[in-house]
């Protein structure tokens, strides 16, 4: 351990010592002409919208880094507490440790005032966090759950913002699916109607938008039950990877057909071989 | 959202000393650890959050106390205060990192957790004081 004669022991917390240094190193290397590397981004579709029984929450599966696809099946569905979930679009990282916090917290919360957490508590944990932090935490949020006083649906910003509404949409997809929800939403719908709508919002995000693609993972929560299906829906099937000779998907199989190599000989030798000595071992088989 | 020149991102609730120059074992600045040294990189924040970031905990204080005031009368914020001032001073010897499990009961943050138990967490440090100069130095003999 590195020794330093008198050391003040700061708080912890974020540490901005690598700043300054990284603003010399991103001049100096756009002067070379190299690019610095990119945040993984998940360039999104999420939506949500509130049904007669509570809520459908839907998200696409990918995410990126710059023009790459990063992760072709990643999960943006959040557990915040046994009855409410988030679906998060922005900094992938970002989203990831910030739902976790906000879960930490809640589940801390829920068990010092020994109650169900509200959703209202979880956006105003989550409001606060991202205000605190001015934006620079990149998260765009879609909170939504069931709890005693019903379901309730909040889209939050990254600079802290939330609005309570029935239906939402987050992300770069989000037009898209805003267009279908525009078009089709009406309130008090049933479960499968509900489901079915919250798919087509996020079809149109994956096949309008570069940044959202692959599967339609859906969360349906209701009071008491969640059901989360991942993936509820394959959009963009890639294809499987065929052996020509059998017909069936068959990876690296050097197995080849009979006759496919022509036979132009054959001799048939018989080895004669006389038994020398036979004995027998038991096996231990206790 | 940096519509605000740099100037006023001096200007804060809490006044602050200054980012003071960063001062390595042999009283000179450290290089290798700190970067190299500018009077602009002392004066002025190298994040726009540093500061906020830096005066959060004082600066949520201050607001609680100020709502207890209006709320309760002067006395309730005095108490407080009291508590908070002999909790501080509950700590370990001068060179181990202390838990402030007094003080966190009293603010309520015992039972949350924020980047700062994630990140950068203290007992964690690599860095640590020298014993014999660190005692030395709070006992005002050095």
């Known amino acids: 351990m590195a020794t330093v004669s008198v050391c003040k022991y ?3 917390g974020f540490s901005f010592d690598n700043c300054k240094r990284n603003a010399l190193l991103e001049a100096d290397i756009s002067k070379l002409g190299f690019s610095s590397p990119a945040a993984r981004k998940t360039g999104t579709t999420i939506c949500g919208v509130v049904y ?3 809520v459908v929450l839907g998200a696409d599966t990918r995410a990126t880094e710059g023009m790459i696809v990063a992760d072709k099946n990643c999960s943006k569905i959040h557990y915040i507490s046994p009855n409410i979930y988030c679906c998060g679009a922005g900094t992938a990282a970002d989203t990831e440790m910030t739902t976790q916090i906000i879960s930490s917290n809640l589940e801390l919360h829920s068990l010092s005032t020994g109650r169900l957490p509200r959703v209202a508590t979880a956006n105003r944990m989550l409001k606060q966090m991202l205000f605190r932090y001015q934006g620079y935490i990149g998260a765009a949020l879609v909170l939504g759950g069931v709890d005693c006083n019903g379901p309730h649906l909040y889209s939050i910003y990254p600079h802290g913002s939330t609005d309570k509404l029935p239906y939402v949409t987050m992300g770069s997809g989000s037009l898209a699916a805003m267009a279908v929800f525009e078009d089709r939403y009406r309130p008090n719908m049933e479960e499968e109607e ?3 709508l919250v798919r087509d919002a996020i079809a149109a995000g994956i096949f309008n938008d570069l940044g959202s693609g692959s599967n339609i993972d859906l969360c349906v929560i209701t ?15 890639k294809g ?27 001799t048939v030798t018989p080895l004669n071989l006389e038994v020398v000595e036979e004995s027998v071992q038991t096996m231990d088989t206790s | 959202m940096n519509t605000r020149g740099l100037r006023s991102q001096l200007k804060d609730s809490v006044p602050v000393t200054g980012l003071c120059p960063q001062a390595g074992p042999y009283g000179v600045q450290d290089s290798l650890r700190r970067g190299f040294s500018s009077v602009k ?32 009368g002067l006395h309730a914020p005095l108490k407080l205060q009291m508590e908070y001032r002999a909790a501080r001073q509950i700590q370990r010897l001068p060179f181990l990192p202390s838990s402030n499990l007094a003080l966190d009961t009293l603010r309520g943050s015992d039972d949350t957790i924020g980047f700062e138990d994630i ?17 030395e130095y709070k006992l005002g003999v050095l």
């Open chain 1, 10 to 12: 700061y708080p912890g």
């Open chain 1, 52 to 54: 007669k029984d509570g």
């Open chain 1, 194 to 196: 509900a489901k079915r």
């Open chain 1, 223 to 237: 009071k008491g039950k969640v059901d989360y299906l991942r993936p509820h829906d394959v959009a963009n099937k």
């Open chain 1, 240 to 266: 499987v990877r065929e052996d020509k000779v059998y017909g069936h998907p068959v990876t690296g199989s050097y197995r080849y057909k009979h006759g496919t190599t022509g036979v132009l000989t054959k």
């Open chain 2, 41 to 72: 990189n002392e004066l002025l924040p190298s994040h726009p959050l540093e500061l906020s970031e830096k005066n959060f905990q004082l600066n949520q204080d201050k607001m609680n106390f100020n709502t207890l005031r209006n709320i309760q």
């Open chain 2, 119 to 135: 990140l950068n967490d203290p007992v964690q440090s690599e860095m640590m004081g020298d014993p014999h100069i660190m005692t």
